[in-house]
């Protein structure tokens, strides 16, 4: 009896590995050959210098199809690798202000914060307060919310104002998604490299 408590194979069975009276062929190109005796599906492998590989074991009989099984599973690797990468995942960025900070550092920080929104990242913004600062909470809020009201174009408020210990916290969510964000970058750049000369060429 199998053991089912092991872990499932995902590999489809190629080959020898293959032990079915007939299949159902499908040629290198996508073309039906047809149901066909698994010894003669092999034999028609073999003569191609391909590989018989299982690609749908619940059809009655299986579908088996003639390909290149070393060059198909590097190229599902690769697309798999892109789909991972093309996913950009959401990082958080953090901003520390101090409740009383002036105009112009006001600003520098705020311009981190949008560079940060425009690339699809959450900000994390802490406001750190110190000795009697702590009982003016107000100030925190106060310049929490003027953040928000400056950057609303380009993100929201994802997570409010809240005390925790010394520190102010509030998370600033963008509008436009990690992947949004890389796509417009390189198109814009893209745009960028028609308009001007290659300097490579030679």
Request: charged share 35%; net charge positive.
């Amino acid at each position: 009896m199998a053991n089912l408590g092991g872990p499932i194979s995902t590999e489809p069975r190629i080959n020898e590995r293959i032990r079915v009276p007939e299949v159902r062929l499908v040629g290198p190109n996508g073309e039906q050959v047809g149901i066909v005796s698994i010894h003669d599906a092999l034999k028609l492998a073999q003569e191609a210098d391909l590989d018989l590989v299982e690609v749908a074991a619940t059809a009655r009989p299986p579908v088996c199809k003639l390909m290149d099984y070393g060059k198909f599973k590097y190229e599902s690797a690769m697309k798999a690798r892109e789909a991972r990468k093309n996913q950009a995942h959401t990082i958080i960025k953090e901003i520390k202000l101090r409740p009383k900070i002036d105009p112009h550092d006001y600003e520098t920080k705020k311009g981190h914060v949008v560079r940060f929104l425009k690339a699809g990242d959450k900000v994390k913004v802490t406001i750190m307060f110190r000795g009697r600062e702590q009982s003016r909470p107000e100030l925190g809020f106060r310049l929490l919310q003027r953040l928000a009201d400056d950057v609303q174009e380009l993100g929201f408020v994802e997570s409010h104002a809240k005390q925790d210990g010394r520190n102010m916290i509030m998370v600033i969510g963008p509008h436009k998604k990690k992947a949004e964000a890389k796509a417009e970058k390189a198109a814009a750049k893209a745009q960028r490299g028609g308009e001007e000369p290659s300097i490579q060429e030679a």
